[in-house]
């Protein structure tokens, strides 16, 4: 399997534009989760979706983010407008999860964001 | 509030030697534990997991611990490589939340030659 795959790998844009960054879950994973790390702020937990379900989004920071997640096998994380503030590594990760088990998360290679 | 605190940003050891990384939790919800390991550029990869109802678990050079009553983990390396050098993190889980943990915010560990 070729694990979590995120695109684009680093992203160089200027504040106002709209940033997508896009996740490929691990086929098979029902659980998707976006995170972002920051050195102040360390890994902070964004959204997660089960089943394509936005479950918990209480870790968006604010309504210029959006995530969707419209099938099992793709997923998005908008920003818009994006600000300098916003500039961090966005990681991607993907479970396949039981109850009683299936708690590894598999994260992607991240997206590396500058905002200008 | 941060449920899942790593108190140590950074440690070094010399290869061969143990490294010993902690942890330390609030929720007593917690039943389930992850270390993962980061080297710069990538995403962070699994490592160890250990179950609230076990107080130890091994693989290889790897053991966790876990002592429920003081809700601290903690992680041993026996012998430390130096391509053990990455930033691990520990992490908490409850089983009822779709498989969302709370994660530390990470020790740098650096293993000398």
């Known amino acids: 399997d070729a694990g979590v795959i995120q695109s684009p790998r680093h992203e160089v844009t200027e504040m106002g534009q709209e940033v997508t960054l896009r996740c490929k879950p691990i086929?098979?994973?029902?659980?998707l989760f976006w995170y972002r790390q920051t050195m102040m702020r360390g890994l902070e937990l964004l959204i997660y979706f089960n089943n394509n379900v936005p479950i918990d989004d209480s870790g968006m920071p604010e309504d210029r983010f959006s995530a969707k997640m419209p099938n099992a096998s793709f997923s998005t994380l908008k920003i818009q407008p994006s600000e300098p503030r916003d500039s961090a590594v966005y990681f991607c990760a993907s479970s396949l999860y039981t109850s009683g088990s299936g708690k590894t998360q598999y994260f992607g290679p991240g997206t590396r964001l500058l905002v200008l | 509030d941060q449920q899942v605190k790593q108190n140590s940003p950074s440690l070094s050891v010399q290869e061969g030697r143990i490294s010993i990384l902690n942890c330390d939790y609030t929720?007593?919800?917690?039943?389930?534990f992850l270390w993962y390991k980061k080297y710069p550029a990538e995403g962070p990869t699994f490592l160890i997991s250990i179950s609230s109802i076990k107080d130890k678990n091994e693989d290889g050079r790897f053991t966790v611990f876990l002592n429920k009553s003081a809700k601290h983990l903690s992680l041993h390396i026996v012998p430390s490589q130096p391509g053990d050098s990455a930033v691990y993190f520990c992490?908490?889980?409850?089983?009822?939340?779709?498989?969302?943990?709370?994660f530390g915010d990470g020790t740098t560990l650096t293993v000398k030659p």
């Open positions: 929720n007593s919800m917690f039943d389930y």
């Open positions: 086929s098979g994973h029902n659980s």
């Open positions: 992490a908490a889980s409850i089983n009822t939340n779709a498989g969302k943990s709370t």
